[in-house]
């Protein structure tokens, strides 16, 4: 079975903090991708990477950043945390047939 | 106009009854389709591909109709356990940005 993992399922951060979301997945998948789900707007992207060192910005990529300097491994970096990015944060994988896997997800709150 | 649009619902039915969903897309290139399932809280997981001919998988029947640019899921014999969110995806195929997810129709089922 796919298995991604994402590395926190709660977290709480301070308005200004920078935040950093990691991501793994162990079925050697090219592509990873970041996106937030929040009531009534449904999943949006943030993020992909389809390779290693690779990203491409997704529908709402401002106050975010990413790194993939290995292939297992996608983190989202929030440089500094504001209240707006209050949200369900999901990691998904994909091989090259667009199915997505996903992660547990990680709900963060900014205080 | 969304690119991709569904009832959100929520669909309330009685368990044993039969449920069907439409989800309509706006790009006519899109090239694959797939129904993801959502539980309370929980990642989204791939239910069903949607292939052009129909497909079926015990109860779940999943349809493509290209000239009128919607994809439906038939739930037969419904569970409780069927209780969940179903969400609509579309590709665009050259992409892995065009992952495009609907917003999700709810579905409760009652005893």
């Known amino acids: 079975d796919v298995k991604v993992t994402q590395s926190s399922r709660y977290l709480v951060k301070r308005t200004g903090e920078k935040v950093f979301l990691e991501c793994v997945q162990d079925?050697?998948?090219?592509?990873m991708f970041w996106y937030r789900q929040d009531p009534g707007l449904g999943l949006r992207l943030i993020y992909f990477?389809?390779?290693?060192?690779?990203?491409e910005k997704g529908d709402i990529p401002e106050g975010y950043s990413v790194s993939r300097e290995k292939k297992e491994r996608f983190s989202l970096i929030l440089e500094s945390a504001s209240t707006n990015q209050t949200s369900m944060y999901l990691c998904?994988?994909?091989?090259?047939?667009?199915?997505?896997?996903f992660g547990s997800g990680t709900q963060l709150s900014v205080l | 106009r969304k690119e991709v649009e569904q009832d959100p619902g929520p669909f309330n039915v009685p368990e044993g009854a039969t449920v069907a969903f439409n989800c309509t897309y706006s790009?006519?290139?899109?090239?694959?389709f797939f129904w993801y399932r959502q539980d309370c809280r929980k990642e989204p997981k791939l239910l069903m591909s949607v292939y052009s001919s129909g497909n079926e998988d015990g109860r779940f029947t999943a349809q493509l109709n290209r000239a009128s640019q919607y994809i439906s899921l038939l739930i037969r014999d419904s569970k409780l356990s069927d209780s969940a969110t179903y969400l609509c995806v579309v590709t665009g195929g050259s992409s892995a940005s065009k992952i495009i997810f609907g917003s999700g129709t709810r579905l409760s089922i009652r005893p």
């Open positions: 998904a994988s994909s091989p090259l047939d667009e199915k997505l896997f």
């Open positions: 990477s389809y390779d290693v060192k690779m990203k």
């Open positions: 790009n006519s290139a899109s090239q694959s």
């Open positions: 079925m050697d998948h090219e592509n």
